[in-house]
Antibody, heavy 123, light 108 residues
Framework: QVQLVQSGSELKKPGASVKVSCKAS????????MNWVRQAPGQGLEWMGW????????TYAQGFTGRFVFSLDTSVNTAYLQISSLKADDSAIYYC????????????????WGQGTLVTVSS | EIVLTQSPGTLSLSPGDRAALSCRAS???????LAWYQQKPGQPPRLLIY???IRATGIPDRFSGSGSGTDFTLTISRLEPEDFAVYHC?????????FGQGTKLEIK
């Protein structure tokens, strides 16, 4: 079945970097766009942007430019989120979420979602 | 940017009750490109409804979605114990994609 499996929880110090992986199984990564969504503790969902898995071109939402990088390794069917210069308010659960269809020409719902990766930034 | 406002913030009901959750958009959501997700503690969101009214695979028919334009509703016809969770709406017609702040459905 289609599944996204993310890497485990991370504890980082302020100023460090973190790289979260999202391994796709049950389908070919390049057939569907991949989104990244943040959920701060006790808060709602915030769309960070998406990556065109066919071209590798990322699009970042406002507030997620500069320190955030989406990337791919298609040889292992995996998407990545890297965050640099971590701050305390980056502490959150980060989800990858696949576009529901492979239609690149229209908006898509998100399905499935990875299980989430908790990133904690603390000195 | 389309802002989605969900109401109520918290809904207290009993098993067997009918639940109606609202999602209002700050501008029209084109082609009914609105989805609903259920999220339980410690779990990722799960797709319930897309296209405003289409149930995702495996979702029980007690869940239904309706609405268009700026006003959307998720209805759960008869609450089961496992339905108590947080529900999020999501518009995917405009970029940036956006979510509502969530409605918590709790047991009364």
């Amino acid at each position: 079945q289609v599944q996204l499996v993310q890497s485990g929880s991370e504890l980082k110090k302020p100023g460090a970097s973190v790289k979260v992986s999202c391994k796709a199984s049950g389908y070919t990564l390049t057939n569907h766009a991949m989104n990244w969504v943040r959920q701060a503790p006790g808060q709602g969902l915030e769309w960070m942007g998406w990556i065109n898995t066919h071209t590798g071109h990322p699009t970042y939402a406002q507030g997620f430019t500069g320190r955030f990088v989406f990337s791919l390794d298609t040889s292992v069917n995996t998407a990545y989120l890297q965050i640099s210069s971590l701050k305390a308010d980056d502490s959150a659960i980060y989800y990858c979420a696949r576009d529901g269809t492979g239609d690149w020409n229209t908006g898509n719902w998100f399905d499935p979602w990875g299980q989430g990766t908790l990133v904690t930034v603390s000195s | 940017e389309i802002v989605l406002t969900q109401s109520p913030g918290t809904l207290s009901l009993s098993p067997g009750d009918r639940a109606a959750l609202s999602c209002r958009a700050s501008q029209s959501v084109g082609s009914s490109q609105l989805a609903w997700y259920q999220q339980k503690p410690g779990q990722p969101p799960r797709l319930l409804i897309y296209g405003a009214s289409i149930r995702a695979t495996g979702i029980p028919d007690r869940f239904s979605g309706s609405g268009s334009g700026t006003d959307f509703t998720l209805t759960i016809s008869r609450l089961e114990p496992e339905d108590f969770a947080v529900y999020h709406c999501h518009q995917y017609s405009h970029s940036p994609r956006s979510f509502g702040q969530g409605t918590k459905l709790e047991i009364k």
